[in-house]
């Protein structure tokens, strides 16, 4: 079994609410709330759940853009948390992050060789100053972009030719772990494919390991190795690939898979689509017991009071972590895999 690269112990994110004239605080958000998983050397973790369960905080969390309220993140065998200095300016090379909207996350003023080059200026020990130009040319030559374009502004790129140039800014450094936040959301189908083909060939020819957040399950699907379901602020089921989509066993990630389109026509009649009822709740007040008991179909008296660890449950199979009192598999019918809609669009353009 490979090493962990980065190993996250009940991480905890509370934001402050304040009111009144005197601006006490009168609340928390419960963004992240006790999560605990292991990133592999090599691998790739899909973190899915619906907007607002705390994706985005946890990876701000990883790469310490935040410090938690409590819990810890050991990062390459190093406490990250305790880090100061010269060592966590070290560290913070190792950890990448490729945002969003590549509309808004790159600066229009700037000519792309300078966005692909600005680490370099962070970490001006990396690449020597004469090196940079052609530095910047071999990223966006590796990204499938023309090293001619350096001196062109993000607004003369597509969508898809923009997330490039954030890829390329995610990789400068060389580091051993990129966190993608939602990296092709805001891209057509058909580029979120040529956009997910080369990071995985990215992956394969620099080592790294990937933490994939979504909000959609079948943009993670063929990426993944493993996959983990948040629902407000907590883990609700963490396993293989195979596990999640095959065998799932919290009723939650079953809702989600459910509503996930199926390519085949003769299989479409055949689903059948959990719908679950309400909205999410908020995390500032947070449902007691199972987060998910105001929604779930399967709820229980015991829901509403026993908060279900993440454990180790049988799915039919084998065993994976689910956090469900009445963990139980269910097969959902085959939903589609994103990089099958274009598999030749490896390094074509985007
Ligand atoms: N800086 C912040 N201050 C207060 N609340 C925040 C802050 N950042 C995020 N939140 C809240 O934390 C929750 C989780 O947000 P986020 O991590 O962005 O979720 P996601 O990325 O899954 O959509 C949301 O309710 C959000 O409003
Ligand atoms: S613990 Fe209860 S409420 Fe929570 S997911 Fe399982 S059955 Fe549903
Ligand atoms: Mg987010």
């Keep these: ?135 910047v040319q071999d990223l966006l030559d590796l990204v499938g972009l023309n090293p001619e374009h350096i001196n062109r502004y993000p607004h003369q790129f597509s969508g898809g030719q923009r997330q490039r140039i954030g890829i390329a800014r995610g990789i400068a450094l060389n580091p051993k772990v ?47 190795d493993r996959v983990g379901v948040m629902y407000l602020g907590k883990m609700a089921e963490l396993g293989e690939e195979d596990d999640i989509y095959g065998r799932p066993t919290h009723p939650y990630t079953q809702a989600l898979l459910s509503a996930v389109p199926v390519p085949d026509p003769t299989l479409r009649d055949k689903r059948e689509q959990i719908v679950l009822k309400g909205d999410v709740p908020s995390p500032a007040n947070p449902p007691s017991g199972c987060r998910f008991h105001t929604r779930c179909w399967k709820a229980q008296d015991k829901c509403k009071t026993d908060l279900p660890l993440l454990e180790m449950r049988p799915d039919g199979a084998g065993e994976h972590l689910s956090a469900c009192h009445f963990a139980a598999p269910r097969e959902i019918i085959e939903t589609i895999d994103l990089t099958e809609v274009d598999p030749t669009a490896q390094t074509a353009g985007a």
């Design 1 to 135: 079994m490979a090493e962990a690269i980065l190993t996250a112990t009940d991480l905890v994110k509370y934001y402050p609410i304040k009111g009144g004239v005197l601006r006490r605080t009168v609340g928390q958000v419960k963004a992240v709330d006790g999560v605990s998983f292991e990133l592999l050397k090599g691998e790739t973790l899909g973190i899915v759940g619906e907007s607002g369960c705390g994706k985005s905080t946890l990876g701000r969390l990883l790469m310490r853009l935040e410090e938690p309220t409590s819990g810890s993140v050991v990062f390459d065998g190093v406490d990250m948390y305790a880090q100061k200095g010269r060592a966590m300016r070290k560290l913070r090379r190792d950890i990448q992050i490729v945002f969003q909207d590549p509309y808004t996350s790159l600066n229009p003023r700037k000519t792309v060789g300078d966005i692909i080059g600005e680490p370099f200026d962070i970490h001006p020990d990396v690449v020597p100053k004469k090196g940079r130009r052609k530095a």
């Design 178 to 224: 990129l966190i993608c936040d939602e990296p092709v959301s805001a891209l057509d189908v058909s580029v979120q494919a040529q956009v997910v083909n080369l990071m995985e060939k990215l992956q394969d020819e620099l080592g790294l390991s990937y933490i994939f957040i979504a909000h959609d399950l079948s943009v993670v699907r063929h990426i993944s």
